[in-house]
């Protein structure tokens, strides 16, 4: 008996198949000329008359044959497609992580499901914000918040002073140069916050993810290597429309 994963296999082929061959087939009934078909012969009036050969022209589509073609080529298509949506309802594997079960019995398309929410959650978990590696970081019980040690830092002030260059004389004024002098005046203590996440929290979170997407993906394969017994749809269907 096929397995489910050889059918998901040769479907795309089938599928791309029956479009080209129902393309063809539209093709082919939409131009009249190739449905067309003369046969004339000529009789001059009498014995004296010009003499002219028959024409004829075959036709070269026939509109049931067109039928008959792409219906064996679709039934073909609607067998395959249902020969994997069967074997669907049936296909289940179990979700294990690390030797423990996560989800018992899980379908095919449910499985898809996963896959495609995992990696959307993936590319998200990465991107969460990281605290800054440069600080020291402890978490606030009072606020639930990361937080530093405070840091003392002084506040100054610039204040003028005068510096005398040369001291006055009975001819020249002093010579008095102008400068700034930090002095401090108080000081801040800060500290910082953040609803940030540790790295060590995110890269927990990443590998989580890659462990279940890993897990999925094997059940999936598991899945797929159900054994699917061939449906026979088309000849129903067409038997009906085109008979």
Known sequence: MPKLNQIIAVEKGVKSKSLQDINAAQHKVQKPALLAGISRTYQPKDEEGEQLPPESTRVQVKAEDV?????????RLFDVTATKDWANCTARAD???DGRTLVADVPVSYLLFLEKQLTELHAFVKKLPVLDAAEAWALDPSTDWWKTDPVRTIRTKKVPRNHVKAEATEKHPAQVEVYYEDVP???WTTVKFSGALPARRVNELVERVEKL???VKF????ANGAEVT?????DAVFGYLFA
Do not use: N, P
């Not at 039928?67 to 039934?75: D, G, P």
């Not at 059940?219 to 598991?222: F, S, T, V």
């Not at 061939?230 to 088309?234: I, L, P, T, W």
């Open 67 to 75: 039928l008959r073609e792409m219906s064996a080529s679709l039934t």
């Open 230 to 234: 061939d449906q026979r749809v088309g």
């Open 213 to 215: 997407q890993q897990a």
């Open 95 to 97: 979700v294990v992580v």
């Open 185 to 187: 005046i108080g000081y």
């Open 219 to 222: 059940a999936r394969e598991e």
